[in-house]
């Protein structure tokens, strides 16, 4: 797994933390109405990148570190599931007034893009909460190459996740209720 010198490594958590959180939170919370700007990505992560002994390394530490698999990987939150089932998505769904949105299978998406395709739609998409579509934007190109490569090497896609559902369409999966009270 890829590790930064002590000294940059309080310097990036020094500069990643706030930034971090803020865009995994506001992204969602925008798109609730909960608050008013859905942002881009903070313009002091330009400058900051995660350095391993090679791609695949620090693709795995970015799965790891960004949390991709809390919502990407069934079943990774309730306890250890082994790397050979990262990333095929998950049936549980995220509710809100955008509707439904589902984790993809991960390993489907760069099975069915080329590598300068997924990169681009990793720097350039908007999609639904929960998402933190601004953290994949903040990453450099080269660490988004690592994501597709490390993926890649995951095997097997499996199954597509359920497709995302409109407002008021009632889903037949179970769901995480994100609806502001």
């Known amino acids: 797994m890829p590790l930064l010198s002590a000294n940059r490594s309080r310097a990036v958590h020094r500069r990643l933390a706030p930034a971090a959180l803020a865009g995994t939170l506001v992204a969602p919370l925008a798109a609730m109405g909960l608050v008013g700007?859905?942002?881009?990505?903070?313009?002091?992560?330009?400058?900051?990148?995660?350095?391993?002994?090679?791609?695949?390394?620090?693709?795995?530490?970015?799965?790891?570190?960004?949390?991709?698999?809390?919502?990407?990987t069934a079943g990774y939150l309730e306890g250890e599931v082994p790397e050979?089932?990262?990333l095929k998505g998950a049936p549980v769904g995220f509710k809100g007034p955008w509707g439904v949105s589902y984790a993809a299978n991960l390993r489907l998406s760069t099975a069915s893009m080329s590598e300068?395709?997924?990169?681009?739609?990793?720097?350039?998409?908007?999609?639904?909460?929960?998402?933190?579509?601004?953290?994949?934007?903040?990453?450099?190109?080269?660490?988004?190459?690592?994501?597709?490569?490390?993926?890649?090497?995951?095997g097997e896609p499996g199954e597509p996740a359920?497709?995302?559902?409109?407002?008021?369409?009632?889903?037949?999966?179970?769901?995480v209720d994100m609806t502001p009270r």
């Open 116 to 154: 300068n395709e997924w990169v681009t739609m990793a720097a350039t998409r908007d999609g639904r909460p929960p998402m933190p579509w601004p953290s994949l934007k903040a990453m450099t190109d080269r660490e988004r190459r690592a994501l597709y490569r490390y993926i890649k090497t995951l």
């Open 162 to 175: 359920p497709e995302g559902l409109a407002p008021g369409v009632v889903p037949r999966t179970p769901v």
């Open 84 to 86: 050979s089932q990262w």
């Open 37 to 72: 700007c859905h942002p881009t990505a903070p313009a002091t992560l330009t400058t900051t990148e995660v350095v391993g002994p090679d791609d695949i390394a620090i693709g795995r530490h970015l799965v790891a570190l960004s949390g991709c698999n809390d919502c990407h």
